[in-house]
């Protein structure tokens, strides 16, 4: 996850199945959502709670200008000319921020433009207090894809502070979302399998024909015959594909949605073809009707070994080559990313100069935008005009508290996302502004609940669950880190962060594609009131863990629903998106660079993860400073 699929991983696995095959051929509860914008001492946008992310306040003008081509007519001019104008203070955002003030040197003057109430974009922090403690848990982006990164991005992240080492040995190494070979738990509920069951186990090795799986499958609330074809399909022992030529298999497991294939081919009734799901929606915003068979098995979903595929590729490494992927996690997600380089760009905004320290800092948030200070990041600022002014200038117009503001860069970077882009920048070529708005961003719900005593949770046996067919797709505790001074909850009678992760993009009617259902799903997400969020949260944990004790009434302290209506970059998809050759793709077209405007996000790499939003700002950054 954020944190989702890896670069190399998927690559060695398409690539590996082409080349196999020819060779085969050859032969909070929260009572308020919001908080004063103004910048004081008080001021602290992690700890609220309610409905944050895309929260009020931070889109109704956005909205007005997309759906309605409404926005201000008059601006007050300010007299401020910065160096740089960025508009977005995600990661993306700052890296560029970072390193255009590294070629341009500590005295250029930098202002940050964001329409959320805090910095970091979907690198949320969601802080809790509770008996003294201290709690954190991540609002949107997870991890970092260490083994998946370039030597750029990794390098700029330790010159920042991030030491990989000390963060791998800072998680439980049994948490599954920071280690793909984790153990988890699966909850199969009352409302679509019967009853309420909790089966926790090695299903990772479970799924590859390892361990005992035969066991696990057994345990399943499922039909005896659902039980039987997957210990068939799990075990390998038939070739589900056998009528296809090995030349034509790539074709097939590229085009035939996994769906289709666990139902046609090897039998599964629909309850059953979804136990997979969860990590599927996660990754990729959608359900098994709507990704390849080949994208599903890149996910470790069953199967791989029953498609009469070279043993070579189908059986996994020793554990002397292959030492696991490596996904390290700060507590708070990639926010600590976030408040790493706010902390480089205007140092006195926290105390501290290390990862450690920086985990339980406070920041002050009226440091954020000073006068005195050559960078200044101006949150609750929605931008809503970029403009040329002659070839030496930029001009962009923002809205603040009801007012129209206007001011002037020498350079501008915009680390928005793509289908923003179009209207903020009326004159950018038409073609451009069609591949911008090609890719639709995938939308999601991540939750964090504060639980009085996290002691019944974990009775439950796995610190990760998969929850097919249920409205929370993925449970989990926040990340057991242990950092600095923080300390994650470790005793059952301590307080306990729970994070639940919905996927709001509908089931998909073959004739839809991804990002058509990825539309339903953010109109979907917005209709819906924090209560509805609240109510599924009480039910899904009571179905969970009930039977250990869970009281929702008694145990839940605080919620905080994360909503991103645009949240993490499109990703191409075999049944969706041609095969363009490199260079020609929506994502590249659209990322030219116009006059002194770049572009900076992990929409223009058409990639969710960090490392792509770094990328994009070091291209974004070099642009830029070209021209100083």
């Not at 070091?618 to 830029?624: D, F």
């Amino acid at each position: 996850m954020s944190d989702k699929k890896t670069r190399i991983t998927r690559r060695d696995f398409l690539n590996g199945v082409s080349l196999s095959l020819v060779a085969a051929a050859a032969p909070s509860r929260a009572l308020a959502t919001g908080g004063s914008g103004a910048a004081v001492p008080q001021y602290y946008p992690p700890l609220l709670n309610g409905m944050r992310g895309s929260h009020a306040g931070s889109f109704e003008v956005a909205h007005a200008l997309v759906m309605d081509g409404t926005r201000p007519s008059d601006y007050e001019q300010l007299d401020d000319t910065y160096d740089l104008i960025v508009v977005g203070a995600g990661i993306s955002g700052l890296a560029a921020a970072y390193l255009y003030r590294k070629q341009a040197g500590a005295d250029a003057r930098i202002l940050i433009l964001d329409n959320h109430d805090d910095f970091g974009g979907h690198a949320k922090r969601n802080e809790f207090h509770s008996r003294g403690r201290t709690l954190l848990g991540f609002g949107g982006s997870v991890n970092l894809e260490q083994d998946a990164m370039g030597p750029a991005a990794k390098s700029l992240l330790e010159e920042i502070g991030v030491e990989f080492k000390t963060l791998e040995d800072a998680i439980d190494p049994d948490y599954a979302l920071s280690n793909a070979e984790a153990p988890y738990g699966l909850y199969l509920g009352r409302e679509k399998f019967g009853e309420d069951q909790v089966v926790a186990g090695a299903w990772v090795q479970a799924w590859a024909g390892g361990g005992d799986y035969r066991s696990l499958i057994a345990s399943l609330n499922l039909s005896e015959d659902d039980k039987q074809k997957l210990v068939s399909l799990v075990s390998g022992e038939k070739d589900y594909l056998a009528d296809i030529p090995p030349p034509e298999k790539e074709g097939y497991m590229r085009s035939t949605s996994y769906a289709e294939f666990l139902s046609e081919r090897v039998g599964l009734s629909r309850l059953a073809s979804k136990l997979h799901e969860p990590w599927v929606r996660a990754i990729f915003g959608v359900g098994v009707d709507s990704v390849s068979v080949m994208e599903a098995m890149m996910l470790g979903a069953p199967g791989l070994s029953a498609l009469g595929l070279p043993s070579e590729f189908t059986q996994p490494e020793s554990s002397d080559e292959a030492p696991g992927y490596r996904y390290p996690m700060f507590p708070d997600g990639n926010a600590s990313v976030a408040r790493l380089f706010v902390r480089k760009l205007i140092p006195g905004v926290a105390p501290g100069n290390s990862m450690q320290d920086l985990v339980t800092a406070r920041f002050d948030y009226s440091k954020l935008d000073r006068e005195t200070s050559p960078v200044r990041i101006r949150l609750n600022s929605t931008a809503v005009n970029v403009k040329h002014h002659g070839q030496d200038a930029v001009d962009v117009s923002y809205v603040t508290g009801g007012k129209a503001f206007r001011v002037r860069g020498k350079h501008c970077i915009l680390a928005c996302y793509n289908e923003m882009i179009p209207h903020l920048c009326p004159e950018l070529p038409q073609a451009q502004k069609e591949n911008l708005a090609y890719r639709v961003k995938v939308p999601f719900i991540w939750a964090n609940v504060l639980l009085q005593s996290g002691e019944t949770v974990r009775r439950g046996g796995a610190s990760v669950y998969q929850c097919p067919d249920s409205f929370f797709e993925i449970v989990s505790h926040a990340p057991p880190v242990a950092l600095g001074n923080y300390r994650a909850s470790a005793r059952p009678e301590d307080p306990m962060v729970i994070f639940m992760g919905h996927v709001p993009a509908p089931a998909g009617d073959g004739g839809q594609s991804a990002r058509d259902l990825y539309r339903l799903g953010r109109a979907r997400l917005l209709r819906t009131p924090f209560s509805d969020y609240e109510t599924e949260i009480r039910k899904q944990l009571t179905g969970m863990f009930g039977g250990s004790g869970f009281d929702a009434g008694r145990d839940i302290e605080a919620i905080t629903v994360n909503r991103w209506s645009h949240g993490y970059a499109y990703e191409y998809l075999d049944m969706h998106d041609p095969d363009w050759a490199e260079g020609v793709a929506p994502h590249e077209l659209a990322r030219a660079q116009f006059g002194r405007i770049s572009i900076a996000n992990s929409d223009s790499e058409a990639y969710a993860y960090v490392q792509a939003a770094i990328d994009a700002a070091i291209r974004a950054a070099e642009e830029q400073s070209g021209a100083i």
